[in-house]
């Protein structure tokens, strides 16, 4: 689905559907023309799910989750015109929400508990700087700021992401 586009100022916001709550993106035009870039909270359970057109969800599992919310956000400047890959924009920040374990019961089991939170945080170190080395090998690492949480509304999500990138237009000129 296109997004709905309201421009207002130097903002413009990029949403879905006639109702929206939140939005998408949003994008601030800086003076020199680049661009500082909003994206929306987002898991790599149901949300990536849903954006994607995914046939399964993903459930705490962070090496898969968290390509799939950068898979996420680089649609989004697709369908919003900014950019075609996730490489081009270069992220300020990550703020991301770790989710505690699903199972086992920490009343139950409480040392399966803490084996599973430190396999979550272990697999989410390992994807989060994978995919960096990965998909933006020539960017620089964002500033990350990372709170463990109970639960986020995603129930199959083990983290919940937001960023804040620049689109640096001296850096991609357009071709001729």
């Known amino acids: 689905m296109p997004f709905k586009v309201k421009k207002r100022g130097k903002l413009t916001y990029y949403y879905e559907g006639d109702d929206p709550v939140l939005s998408n993106l949003v994008v601030e035009e800086l003076p020199d023309g680049d661009l500082k870039i909003y994206f929306s909270g987002l898991t ?22 968290i390509p799939l919310v950068f ?3 680089e649609k989004w400047l697709q369908e919003a015109g900014i950019c075609e890959s996730i490489a081009e924009v270069d992220f300020v920040e990550i703020h991301a929400f770790g989710c505690q374990p699903k199972s086992p019961s920490p009343l139950v089991d409480p040392e399966g508990y803490v084996r599973e939170q430190e396999r979550l945080r272990a697999a989410y ?12 090998p020539d960017n620089g690492l964002p500033a990350r700021f990372t709170v463990h949480v109970v639960d986020v509304p995603d129930r199959a999500a083990s983290y919940e992401f937001y960023g804040v990138a620049l689109y640096q237009k001296q850096l991609h000129p357009p071709s001729d």
Not at 126 to 135: D, Q
């Open 44 to 65: 790599g359970g149901y949300s990536a799910t849903n954006v994607l057109g995914l046939d399964t969800v993903t459930f705490m599992d962070p090496e898969k989750e």
């Open 71 to 73: 898979q996420c956000w």
């Open 125 to 136: 170190r390992t994807a989060y700087s994978n995919f960096f080395k990965t998909h933006c």
